[in-house]
Nanobody, 129 residues
Framework: QVQLVESGGGLVQAGGSLRLSCAAS????????MGWFRQAPGKEREFVAA????????FYADSVKGRFTISRDNAKNTVYLQMNSLKPEDTAVYYC??????????????????????WGQGTQVTVSS
């Protein structure tokens, strides 16, 4: 069982930056692929970024590529999402998630919400224009 707690959300002006953190409980953090997803009002939850078990590989949605960076610290059981050059369309509730079922990190698996077993409660990010 893994419990995830996000933090770091808030209100920021367009062009600004935020760093989200997700702290995980348990002793097997490094055995999970970790992902960030977001959900805007009236829209479906969508993939943002994911990172491999050791942190050596990462995938990004096209909409955030070059602006967001995912990283993890397995010693601290924490995954991060550094968000730069924020846009109003980045406004959403951001969720971190853990997958123990992804065996190979390719686009089709890392972006599949159904393969993520554990989810945090979400943190609101609002970008004003």
């Amino acid at each position: 069982q893994v419990q995830l707690v996000e933090s770091g959300g808030g209100l920021v002006q367009a062009g600004g930056s935020l760093r989200l953190s997700c702290a995980a409980s348990g002793r097997t953090f490094s055995s999970y692929v970790m992902g960030w997803f977001r959900q805007a009002p009236g829209k479906e939850r969508e993939f943002v970024a994911a990172i491999s078990w050791s942190g050596g590989s990462a995938f990004y949605a096209d909409s955030v590529k070059g602006r967001f960076t995912i990283s993890r610290d397995n010693a601290k059981n924490t995954v991060y999402l550094q968000m730069n050059s924020l846009k109003p369309e980045d406004t959403a509730v951001y969720y971190c998630a853990a997958s123990g079922r992804i065996e190979i990190m390719v686009v089709v698996t890392t972006t599949d919400l159904s393969l993520y077993d554990y989810w945090g409660q979400g943190t609101q990010v609002t970008v004003s224009s």
